[in-house]
């Protein structure tokens, strides 16, 4: 089994995949998308976005990185898969998932899963753009607003001849809410020889192995359960316990540095606000803190209490 770590737009830059990563258990990270419209971008947005294509396309913990494009044009998503593998990306991900309004509006992301015929178009021409020797990999929702044309989108992929497909198992219309209909991933898994990755609502080990049942998949992609339960590889892979808080507390204050240094410094107060928002749903401590940090717009105070906290963990 393989357990991937998911393309978290806003989210999962290069300090976030560096610091989950350093944790273990993921045996491939996909990048933020790169957005391709109708030019080829110049290589500052790929290190921009990828900053690990410096690095042999590895986050420090040695953990292959994937770049992500996003477009909807064949011949502008080839040349850059070209440039982004010229770069050192070890491989291409498409993104046909993503439900930001503002990149469907566009039609761009999930828009596309309502044009099987255009995601075939650019999935074929970045496949033999990209030498046989890297993969080229994409991942889809179940549909627009229904799933009745999830295997058609499957096939279409299957038959542009992508390596494999991640299978977030949702609607674009439904969006983030529960359930995750895995049930569905299986029609796909069956319907195509490639392999599966399965997504959504994985948030703990017994969720892994319902979704393994359901879906038939061994591989999963997790995103927003990464950042609630830092250590959820190893939670997936062999049933640890997850991280205690003290160790919890260690991780955001090294995030914390981590981006302070960055040029997204202006983005750290939402950011670590949005973290903390999804470990509440698992460690009760999170509510407290969160509590705190919310009222705050002030990098240097949110440092300074996370320092604090993480202190008073070992008093």
């Not at 989210?11 to 491939?28: E, H, I, Q």
């Not at 240094?261 to 460690?283: D, T």
Request: hydrophobic share 40%.
């Amino acid at each position: 089994m393989r357990v991937i770590l998911a393309p978290m737009e806003g989210v999962a830059d290069a300090p976030m995949r560096s610091l989950l990563t350093s944790v273990g258990g993921y045996d491939l990270v996909i990048s933020e998308f790169i957005r391709v419209v109708d030019q080829l971008l110049p290589e500052k947005v790929f290190y921009r976005l990828c900053a690990e294509l410096a690095y042999g396309s590895k986050t420090k913990a040695g953990t292959p990185v994937r770049l992500q494009l996003l477009g909807q044009h064949p011949n502008w998503m080839a040349e850059n898969a070209i440039r982004a593998i010229e770069l050192g990306s070890l491989g291409v991900d498409l993104n046909y998932g993503c439900p930001a309004p503002m990149v469907n509006r566009s039609n761009g992301g999930a828009a596309l899963l309502k044009e099987p015929e255009t995601i075939y178009k650019v999935t074929k021409a970045v496949r033999e753009a990209v030498p046989s020797s890297h993969p080229v990999s994409a991942k889809i929702r179940l549909g627009w607003d229904d799933k009745s044309r999830c295997v058609e989108i499957a096939q279409a992929i299957e038959s542009a001849g992508a390596t494999e497909l991640t299978v977030h198992a949702r609607t674009k219309e439904e969006g983030y809410r529960p359930p995750a209909h895995w049930e569905y991933i299986n029609l796909i898994r069956e319907a195509i020889a490639i392999p599966v990755i399965a997504n959504g609502e994985v948030w703990c080990h017994q969720d892994y192995l319902k979704c393994q049942a359901a879906s038939g998949c061994d591989d999963v992609m997790i995103g927003r359960g990464a950042l609630a339960v830092p250590n959820l590889a190893h939670v997936i892979k062999t049933n640890q316990v997850k991280m205690p808080w003290n160790q919890v507390m260690q991780l955001l204050v090294q995030y914390s540095e981590y981006e302070i240094v960055s040029v997204k410094e202006k983005y750290y107060p939402a950011r670590i606000k949005q973290w903390l928002k999804f470990m509440v749903k698992q460690y009760p401590q999170a509510d407290t803190l969160f509590a705190q940090v919310r009222v705050m717009k002030q990098t240097q105070e949110i440092l300074a209490l996370l320092r604090s906290e993480a202190e008073n963990q070992y008093l």
